[in-house]
């Protein structure tokens, strides 16, 4: 952990975090914060917890114990409607884009504008057609979610998840399932979205790669305890024989005799509120 | 954990249609309305449900005609064919074929997109946009499947008495006027609300349904192609139980 954090610095604090689903324990007293500014990357194997954790950064999950606190805000413990008030905070991109198939790019983009701000057309019209920029992607805004790739899909999503200027990031695994070149464009605007509007950024990948370009510090995940977290080039340097086995995806090695035990259901597509 | 039995998950299903019932009723009221996606959802499970509804009812009017004719003469009470189709019509056949029809074009449809959404994360997205899912997708669809039930009944009766009509004026040789006296003679405006109002408690349950299946998916597109399914067989199954129920009631 970064205990050279002071407590004003401190963005997102997650302290011994518990949630199972049924006999499946996926955190196991998860302990994380994340300073402000920061471009934190979350990496570990499929089913290690990643993307449930990062589900109650934002309040889509409860959990079972534990806390998290955004600010000096208990996340769980916020009602339906200030919950709605405390994720104005958050731009949030999902795994395949998750963009709304029934609208268009421009509908897509704008719909948080819509609801969360008090813009004129106008004003959304020209914010919509900046983030677009931002991601490098023009002239797309009347074309439908199906008719674009899915590189393009995830950055239209990126789009979306900046468009009300949120203090706080989260990409879950961006570049997955994207082929070499685009996942370098794709991490290259991570980078400058982060750079450029000075937000707090936590990413989940499985790609080395990725990580080490996104991430000031990366940590990983397994079993649903944080291991170990560290700038990317001392964290390449760490001995522990997961992180190192993790990094050079080898088959054999200690992930491999537990990944075996664990198997289950995977991530459960429902919130349990 | 040990899969729930079909005893538990009955109840676990309950439960859950009853808690979307609840978070239909308490955002309803509450702004933004929108209503341009009710007008939408209107066009999309009403008004492009028309051909189908109608062909149904203009086959029931001609088959309960036939029908009739067949059971009546053996009671030499051929004239009162006219009363029998229009009596069942309006207060049976077309509430509860309309819903069924309907059931199954709308209620797959919707139990289909909603899946798809879930799985797809767009759902987790219109959340993390502090935009209720109840309240943009659910509310919507249920009131505009509630108010286009009893319209489509109300063009079901029609044609399926004048499907009635012309099989007996036609086929039968019965006389025009007097079939047509007959049609309305012991009718009273009760026995078509009735029949409208078991039309709008069957929008009701079978898009509540249908949402409630989509919203609940987990599962991939497997899991899609159970709630579709799903949405069909529970929202049939609840509009002729509560056929029964309301038939007991209203009448």
Known sequence: MPDFLRPEQVKIRIRDLYKSFGPKLVLDGTNLEVAAGESLVIIGGSGTGKSVLLKHIIGLLRPDSGTVEVDGVAVERLGNREITEFRRKFGMSFQEGALFDSMTIWQNVAFPLQRLKKMSRGEIDERVKECLAMVRLEGVEEKLPSQLSGGMRRRVGFARAVAHSPEILLFDEPTTGLDPVTTALVDEVIVDLNDRLKTTTVTITHDMASAFRIGDRVAMINKGQIIASAPPEEFKRLEDPRVQQFIHGDAEGPLSDESGARTGPGRPATPSR | ?251
């Open chain 2, 1 to 251: 954990m040990k899969m729930p039995t079909a005893f538990e998950s009955f109840f676990l299903e309950m439960g859950r249609f009853f808690q979307l019932v609840g978070r239909i009723f308490a955002w309803t009221p509450r702004p933004p309305y929108d209503v341009r996606e009710l007008f939408r959802q209107m066009v999309k499970v009403g008004f492009n449900s028309i051909p189908v509804v109608l062909l149904t009812a203009m086959f029931t009017g001609m088959v309960m005609a036939l029908q009739m004719f067949t059971v009546l003469r053996r009671i030499n009470a051929e004239s009162f064919v006219g009363s029998g189709v229009s009596l069942s019509m309006v207060r049976e056949l077309a509430p509860v074929l309309s819903g069924l029809i309907v059931a199954g074009r709308a209620g797959s449809a919707m139990g289909a997109e909603l899946g798809t959404m879930r799985v797809t994360e767009q759902i987790d997205a219109l959340e993390v946009m502090a935009t209720d899912p109840v309240h943009y997708l659910v509310v919507p669809r249920v009131w505009a499947t509630t108010i286009m039930l009893p319209l489509l009944v109300v063009m079901a009766n029609g044609v399926g008495i004048l499907g009635g009509y012309l099989v007996a004026v036609v086929l039968m040789g019965a006389n025009p006027v007097s079939y047509t006296d007959r049609s309305f003679q012991f009718m009273d405006l009760n026995d078509v609300f009735s029949g409208l109002i078991k039309a709008a408690v069957f929008g009701f349950l079978m898009a509540a349904i249908g949402c409630q299946q989509g919203f609940y998916t987990s599962g991939g597109a497997e899991g899609v192609g159970r709630a579709t399914t799903a949405a069909v067989v529970v929202a049939s199954i609840a509009i002729l139980v509560s056929d029964f129920f309301l038939t007991r009631l209203l009448f």
